[in-house]
């Protein structure tokens, strides 16, 4: 399972998505908005993504550590919008027979869905500047 959210994401309600009596092992990793960025303070990030294409290509990463890791359950849900500092951003949880499995899943599944998945922030710093992040189409059509 992989979602785009506007919602604030509540890491519970993810975790009991992956939940499993087979499963003796899980893991789960929580993305939080820090409050600095390169020695610059941060007040808030925004998330802005294409969802059609961010869920397909998140699935794809779910199904990928479905035939690279032998886990249970996974799940991964990525917020859009508004984030505060201490904010959740993203929440990855995986149930696996064993915890190496679990461990493994998880760190692949965020290491992916970073580096594939059409999800773009920008941070808003304390100086009133602001800036999107590794996304050079969001910064052309910001002049």
């Known amino acids: 399972m992989f979602q785009i959210s506007a919602a604030p994401l509540d890491p519970s309600a993810i975790r ?28 808030r990030l925004e998330y802005e993504a294409y ?5 397909k290509e998140g699935r794809r990463i779910i199904e990928e ?34 915890r190496d ?4 899943a998880c760190r ?5 869905v970073k580096a594939r998945v059409p999800v773009w922030k920008k941070e808003y710093f304390a100086d009133g500047s ?4 590794r996304c050079d189409h969001c910064a052309e059509h910001s002049h």
Do not use: M
């Open 51 to 55: 969802p059609l294409l961010a869920e």
């Open 101 to 104: 499995a679990a461990f493994d």
């Open 108 to 112: 692949y599944i965020i290491d992916e």
């Open 16 to 43: 009991e998505q992956v939940l499993d009596p087979a499963s003796g092992g899980f893991a789960s990793f929580e993305g939080w908005v820090r409050n600095h960025h390169q020695g610059r303070a941060v007040e």
């Open 65 to 98: 550590a479905h035939e690279k890791f032998e886990i249970v359950h996974a799940a991964c849900v990525h917020r859009t919008g508004s984030v505060e500092i201490g904010g959740l951003a993203v929440v990855v949880s995986v149930s696996a027979h064993h």
């Open 130 to 133: 602001s800036g999107w992040v």
